[in-house]
C-alpha cells in the first residue's frame, strides 16, 4: 500500500458482489468443487469475528437457505456475542481470564477474554484469538493451554478460549506463514508461561464444584427377589412384551474399568525375579481424542482405492468393532474380545495392519512425523534386512549379490524421495539417510527394529510405474510396517523365559567334571527388562491405541470373516444350555 486508508461514504444498503474467484487459476478453482467445506470455513471464520467486533451486527446465510447459520446483534459484552454465536451451553461455561505487564525491558502486553470451565465438555479445542484486532493463530500458545486443560481436568476436555492480546506493534512478526494467519511475538515464552499461569490458576479455582447430569435408571427386578406380598403378576395380553430380560441374554461389561481385564484374574509365573514395577503397567484414566483429518487428496487413484476400502467392509464385522469390548490378550497373537453375549479372539496383527493400512490412504499427503534423532544410512538398513532373510533360509553366501541389491534398491528409493517424502512424509536425504517417518496413529510409535524389513519392502514389492498400484504398494508396506507385530524378543513372561537364563560358571565346571550339581539359571536382567518394556509397551498400545482407533476409523473387510481374524469361542446362550443341567 502506497498511502494509509481512508475512511468513505457508504449509502445504506451497499452491496459488495466477488464473484468468479480464481478465474484464470484452474488448479486452484478444482479444489473449490466441493462448495459445503469452503461455507463451513466461511461460517467460522464469521463467527470468530462476530465474537470479537462486537460492535458490529454480522449475519451469515447460503443462497437459498430461509435461516441465518450465523447472526449477531451489537451487544455490549463479548460474553453476550459467544451466546449470541456459539450458544447459551458455551456462554454459560465460561470464566474471564486478565493478563497484563509493563515490563521495560520489553514485555509489554494486555489480556483479556474468556476460558471454559470444568463443566465445558467438547471434542476439539476452539480457539479465537485476536492480536491487535485482527483474528491470528498462535500454535506455541494453543499448545500450552491444551497443556493446561490436559493436566487439569480429567479426561483430557477440550477447551473453549476467546482471548485478545495488545501489544506494541513492532513485537508482532507476521512473516512467517504464507497467509499470514500464523504469528509470532517477541517475548513470545515469558507472554504464554504468564497466560498459561493465569488459565491454571482460574481452572484450579474453578474445578472445586463441577455439574453433572444425572439420568433416571429403572432396575429390572427378578423373580427370585420378589416378595410374597407383591400382587400376583396378570399374563400378557397378545401384543404386549416383557420388559425383563432374560438370564442367557444378560451382559455386563464395563470397557472403561480395567479391574474387569484378563490379567487381573492370572497369577504371575514366579521366576524369583526382583519386583519391578514398569510405568508401562500403569493404566491411563483416559485416551486422547483422535480422529480423520476432513482434508483428502484430490488424486483420483486414492480416491478410488478408499472407495474400495468402503465397498468392501463387512456390516456385521463394522457393528462387532465398533462396540466390542477388550478383555485381554490369549496369546502373543490373538486379543479376547466381547460383543453382546458373544466372546471372539481376534487377531491383532491382521486388524492393526488393514487399520495402518486404511489410515494411511485416508491421511494420504497430511501426516504428521516422526523425525529420527540420527538419521539411518538406507543401504546399510537394507544390507542388515537381507542377511536376516538368509539366516532365516539358512543361507549365509552371496555377499556380494546382497550388497548390489542394496544399492539397487537405495538408488532407487533415492529417485522417488520426493513423492514419499510430499505424500507420505518418508524423508530420505540426498545421502541416502533415512531422517523422517510418517505418524498413522497419535501416541503410537513403531517398532524400529522392522525399518530394514519395511525399506526392503518398499524396494522389492512396490510397483512404481503405476499411480494406483504404487500408492496402494506403498500403503501396505507402511501398513505392515506399523502392525502391532510381536516383539522380535520372545515373552518373558511365558515359556520364553527360557531364552533369558544362564548358566552360572561354577555350575558349568561342576558338570563338566562329572558331577551331579543342579544346574543354577541366572538372568539377564539387561535383555529380560528390555523384552519386558517391549511386550508391555504392545500391550498397552493394543488396548489404549489400538482398539479406541478401531471402533472409530476401522472397517473391516469381508474377507476378515473367514480368514481367521474372528473366531467365535463362546456364546451366553450355548453355555446356558450346556450348564443347565447342572
Not at 277 to 305: C, F, I, M
Amino acid at each position: 500500500m502506497e498511502h494509509e486508508p481512508k475512511p468513505c461514504a457508504a449509502v445504506k444498503g451497499t452491496q459488495i458482489l466477488v464473484e468468479n474467484l480464481f478465474y484464470n487459476m484452474i488448479a486452484r478453482r478444482k479444489t473449490l468443487q466441493n462448495s459445503a467445506d469452503d461455507y463451513g470455513k466461511i461460517v467460522d471464520l464469521l463467527s470468530r469475528m462476530a465474537i470479537h467486533h462486537n460492535n458490529v451486527s454480522f449475519s451469515c446465510r447460503k443462497h437459498g437457505a430461509v435461516k441465518a447459520d450465523v447472526h449477531s446483534v451489537v451487544s455490549p459484552s463479548w460474553l453476550d456475542s459467544v451466546r449470541s454465536v456459539y450458544g447459551v451451553s458455551v456462554a454459560k461455561n465460561l470464566m474471564k481470564v486478565e493478563v497484563s505487564s509493563s515490563d521495560p525491558s520489553g514485555c509489554t502486553f494486555d489480556m483479556e477474554g474468556f476460558i471454559s470451565n470444568s463443566n465445558y465438555v467438547a471434542k476439539k479445542t476452539i480457539l479465537v484469538l485476536f492480536i491487535n484486532d485482527r483474528l491470528v493463530e498462535c500454535s506455541a500458545l494453543k499448545r500450552a493451554i491444551e497443556i493446561v486443560y490436559a493436566a487439569t481436568l480429567p479426561k483430557a476436555s477440550k477447551p473453549f478460549v476467546y482471548m485478545s492480546i495488545n501489544l506494541p506493534r513492532e513485537h508482532v512478526d507476521i512473516n512467517i506463514h504464507p497467509t499470514k494467519k500464523e504469528v509470532s511475538l517477541l517475548n513470545q515464552e515469558i507472554i504464554i508461561e504468564m497466560i498459561q499461569s493465569e488459565v491454571e490458576l482460574k481452572l484450579r479455582s474453578a474445578n472445586d464444584t463441577r455439574t453433572f447430569q444425572e439420568q433416571k435408571v429403572e432396575y429390572i427386578q427378578s423373580t427370585l427377589t420378589s416378595s410374597r406380598s407383591d400382587p400376583p403378576v396378570s399374563p400378557l395380553l397378545s401384543g404386549q412384551k416383557t420388559q425383563k430380560v432374560p438370564v442367557n441374554k444378560m451382559v455386563r461389561t464395563d470397557s472403561s474399568d480395567p479391574a474387569g481385564r484378563l490379567h487381573a484374574f492370572l497369577q504371575p509365573k514366579s521366576h524369583n525375579l526382583p519386583d519391578k514395577v514398569s510405568s508401562l503397567s500403569v493404566v491411563r484414566s483416559s485416551v486422547r481424542q483422535r480422529r480423520n483429518p476432513k482434508e483428502t487428496a484430490d488424486l483420483s487413484s486414492v480416491q478410488e482405492l478408499i472407495a474400495g476400502v468402503d465397498s468392501c467392509c463387512h456390516p456385521g464385522l463394522l457393528e462387532t468393532v465398533r462396540n466390542c469390548t477388550y478383555v485381554g490378550m490369549a496369546d502373543d497373537v490373538f486379543a479376547l474380545v466381547q460383543y453382546n453375549t458373544h466372546l471372539y479372539l481376534a487377531n491383532v496383527v491382521n486388524l492393526s495392519k488393514e487399520l495402518m493400512y486404511q489410515q494411511t490412504l485416508r491421511r494420504f499427503a497430511h501426516f504428521n512425523a516422526i523425525q529420527l534423532s540420527d538419521p539411518a544410512p538406507l543401504s546399510e538398513l537394507i544390507l542388515l534386512a537381507l542377511k536376516e532373510e538368509d539366516l532365516d533360509l539358512g543361507n549365509e553366501n552371496n555377499d556380494d549379490l546382497k550388497e548390489r541389491i542394496a544399492e539397487m534398491n537405495t538408488d532407487l528409493l533415492k529417485e522417488k524421495t520426493e513423492m514419499l517424502d510430499e505424500y507420505f512424509s518418508i524423508n530420505i536425504d540426498s545421502n541416502g539417510n533415512l531422517s523422517r517417518l510418517p505418524v498413522i496413529l497419535d501416541q503410537y510409535t513403531p517398532d524400529m527394529d522392522r525399518v530394514p524389513e519395511f525399506l526392503l519392502c518398499l524396494g522389492n514389492d512396490v510397483e512404481w510405474e503405476d499411480e494406483k498400484t504404487c500408492f496402494q504398494g506403498v500403503s501396505a508396506a507402511i501398513g505392515n510396517f506399523y502392525a502391532m507385530h510381536p516383539p522380535l524378543l520372545p515373552n518373558p513372561s511365558g515359556d520364553g523365559i527360557q531364552f533369558y537364563t544362564k548358566r552360572s560358571e561354577s555350575s558349568q565346571d561342576n558338570t563338566d567334571l562329572g558331577g551331579n550339581v543342579e544346574m543354577e539359571e541366572n538372568i539377564d536382567q539387561d535383555l529380560f527388562s528390555d523384552a519386558e518394556n517391549a511386550w508391555a509397551q504392545r500391550e498397552w498400545s493394543i488396548q489404549h491405541v489400538l482398539f479406541p482407533s478401531m471402533r472409530l476409523f476401522l472397517k473391516p473387510p469381508a474377507a476378515m470373516a473367514s480368514n481367521g481374524t474372528f473366531v467365535k469361542v463362546a456364546s451366553l446362550e450355548k453355555l446356558y444350555k450346556i450348564f443347565e443341567r447342572c
